[in-house]
């Protein structure tokens, strides 16, 4: 398995229009600082799939037939932005698994072109191939589905956006090792709720939790990347165009 960062950023991510802070500034002048909308590209068993679809340039990155498939954790703007574009391509249907949320995005499911939307239900696993994909609940401001992957004996979790986990969702994820999760991390220590993303030390305690091999924060807003040089070793923050192999 290969997991690809296309982006690592939340809504807030540096460069924030009209802001002048020390992260976003850094990210002006140094692209390789800035984070798109959280997303990435899971390469396994010949399969490559997309997980969520905020950034607007997917038309471009990826030509007709170069993708099997998107899991989208929730219709939020900046994980389905791209979606909107891609639906009018004229290539062959693409399969979207995603959670049953009536509201959607816009208009994305009444007129989904060639987007092929099936409902998913947390804790209800399909295949994909000679993939297993279990759908775990999040703790959002709206239906969202964390997404289990499984090959063999690897597995890796990709949890965003979220505020916590539901007991439910740490039963499901400790069934067995886990090879890599990747973690919202939205907010630097102590920042004050109410909030539908977790602070660093949120989410270091679920990754405590979890235990896995390997982890990411990702989802990760302006002042959280300000705050960074002093965040210590254990955070471990994913970056814009990141590989995560699992071997
Ligand atoms: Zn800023
Ligand atoms: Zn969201
Ligand atoms: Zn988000």
Known sequence: MRLTFLGTGGVWAAPVHGCTC?????????PSRARAPASA????????????????????????????????????ADHV??????????AEPLPVWCPHDPRGYDDLTKHP???????????????IGPVTVTPVALI?????????VAHGAKRIAYLSDTRGLPD????????????LVVLDCAYP??????????????????????????????????????????????APFASDQGVVEIV
């Open 140 to 148: 959002h401001s709206r239906p969202t589905l964390g997404w289990l």
């Open 41 to 76: 590209l899971l390469e396994v068993a010949g399969l490559r799939l997309l997980i969520d679809a905020g950034r607007t340039d997917l038309v471009d990155r990826f030509p007709p037939g170069s993708l099997d498939g998107v899991l989208l954790t929730h219709f939020h």
């Open 168 to 179: 439910d969702s740490f039963a499901i994820l400790g069934a067995a090792p886990l090879d």
């Open 113 to 127: 072109g060639r987007l092929r939307f099936q409902t998913c239900a947390a804790g209800a696993p399909f295949r």
């Open 81 to 90: 932005l791209g979606l909107t574009l891609m639906r009018w391509s004229l």
């Open 189 to 234: 220590p102590g920042t004050p709720g109410p909030r539908n993303h977790n602070d660093l030390p949120e989410a270091i305690a679920i990754l405590a939790k979890l235990s896995p091999r390997q982890s990411r924060l990702t989802h990760i807003n302006h002042d959280l990347d300000a705050h960074l040089p002093e965040s210590g070793p254990d």
């Open 22 to 30: 020390s992260a976003c500034a850094t990210a002006r002048t140094d």
